[in-house]
């Protein structure tokens, strides 16, 4: 049972434009939600959180939006940039529990 | 400062050699995880280390052994490895306590079992 789901494996997106990435998932439980970028042969970077009492939390040119009802997220960046260029991934936790990966979208920004 | 660090970068070992895995951090994290990850899938949890005792083992075979030393150090042997086994392993850590969990990842160790 695939708790976290990355539906889209793979998104492509100009440069300047926003990317839009999204994740669904069953268990109305979890208390967060992260997301992380992963270049090839690296560890995965954190980027960006949220708690699941709030809808919204931004950082910079990453924002993130949480749906409670449609047990939805989904993360923006606004504009792209070539260096976006990454696997996503979103995971979602209980406190005190392990951490919940979907499969990851490839994030293509072309110039 | 979220760094985590892990030695070697690299490593090819041999089915009947033995080596060892290093992961750092001076956060003062309390938990400590190894991942093992294939090329664009998600992390696969190994081991969980909650205040240096072993919390989490997520039936991962007797030739992957690990170790924590102290509150900033984990170790991983490894032992008659199978290439099945080659891959990038992940170390990570987190801060204990709180509603939000957020894990910090190290660079990782690419693992090459001939």
């Known amino acids: 049972d695939q708790q976290v789901k990355q539906n889209s494996p793979s998104l492509s997106v100009q440069e300047g434009r926003i990317s839009i990435l999204n994740c669904d998932y069953t268990?109305?439980?979890?208390?967060?939600f992260l997301w992380y970028k992963k270049y090839p042969a690296e560890g995965p970077t954190f980027l960006i959180s949220i708690s699941s009492i709030k809808d919204k939390n931004e950082d910079g040119r990453f924002t993130v939006f949480l749906n409670k009802s449609a047990k939805h997220l989904s993360l923006h960046i606004v504009p792209s940039q070539p260096g976006d260029s990454a696997v996503y991934f979103c995971?979602?936790?209980?406190?005190?529990?392990?951490?919940?990966f979907g499969q990851g979208t490839e994030l293509s920004v072309k110039p | 400062d979220t760094e985590v660090t892990q030695t070697p970068k690299h490593l090819v070992m041999g089915m009947t050699n033995k080596k060892s895995l290093k992961c750092e951090q001076h956060m003062g994290h309390r938990a400590m995880y190894w991942y093992k990850q294939k090329a664009k899938k998600p992390p696969e949890l190994m081991f969980v280390y909650s205040y240096e005792k072993l919390s989490i083992n997520e039936s991962v075979p007797s030739r992957f052994s690990p170790e924590c030393p102290n509150s900033s150090l984990l170790n991983l042997h490894l032992h008659a490895l199978q290439p099945e086994d080659s891959a990038l392993y992940l170390c990570?850590?987190?801060?204990?306590?709180?509603?939000?969990?957020?894990?910090?990842f190290g660079p990782g160790t690419r693992l090459l079992v001939l």
């Open positions: 995971a979602a936790g209980i406190q005190g529990g392990k951490l919940i």
């Open positions: 990570a850590s987190r801060v204990t306590g709180g509603i939000q969990e957020t894990q910090y």
């Open positions: 268990n109305s439980m979890f208390d967060y």
